[in-house]
Nanobody
Framework: QLQLVESGGDSVQPGGSLRLSCAAS????????MAWFRQRPGEEREGVAS???????TYIDSVKGRFTISKDNAKNTLDLQMDNLTPEDTATYFC??????????????????WGQGTRVIVAS
C-alpha cells in the first residue's frame, strides 16, 4: 500500500524559497499521477501542481513561474520547489497520488492517497 510523507515546511520571509519533499513508500510512484495541494484555514483544498506519468505538468495560475514540481524515481520522491514566496502561499501543503494517467490534474477527486501535510508560513 502506498504511503506518502511530506517534509520541508517552514516559516520564511516574502521573496524566500522552500523545497518541499514527499517520500513515498510501499509502491514505486513511477507511473502514478502525482500532485501537490494546499489548504488555507477555512478554505477548500486547492491543487497547486501536478505531474503525470509522462512528466507532463500543470500549475495553478498563481504559482506559474515560481513553483516547480519534479519527481525522482530512484529515490521515490516528489518535490515542489517554491521560489519568490508571498504571504498568499501560506498554507498546509499535501502530497497526493492518483491512478496512472498521462494527463496531469489539479482536481482533488482524481487522487486517492494523501500525505499528512507540511506547514508553510510566509511572513515578515
Amino acid at each position: 500500500q502506498l504511503q506518502l510523507v511530506e517534509s520541508g515546511g517552514d516559516s520564511v520571509q516574502p521573496g524566500g524559497s522552500l523545497r518541499l519533499s514527499c517520500a513515498a513508500s510501499g509502491m514505486p510512484i513511477t507511473t502514478y499521477r502525482m500532485a501537490w495541494f494546499r489548504q488555507r484555514p477555512g478554505e477548500e483544498r486547492e491543487g497547486v501542481a501536478s505531474l503525470a506519468r509522462g512528466y507532463a505538468t500543470t500549475y495553478i495560475d498563481s504559482v506559474k513561474g515560481r513553483f516547480t514540481i519534479s519527481k525522482d524515481n530512484a529515490k521515490n520522491t516528489l518535490d515542489l520547489q517554491m521560489d519568490n514566496l508571498t504571504p498568499e502561499d501560506t498554507a498546509t501543503y499535501f502530497c497526493a497520488a492518483g491512478s496512472s494517467r498521462w494527463d496531469p490534474s489539479l482536481l482533488p477527486t482524481d487522487y486517492n492517497t494523501w500525505g499528512q501535510g507540511t506547514r508553510v508560513i510566509v511572513a515578515s
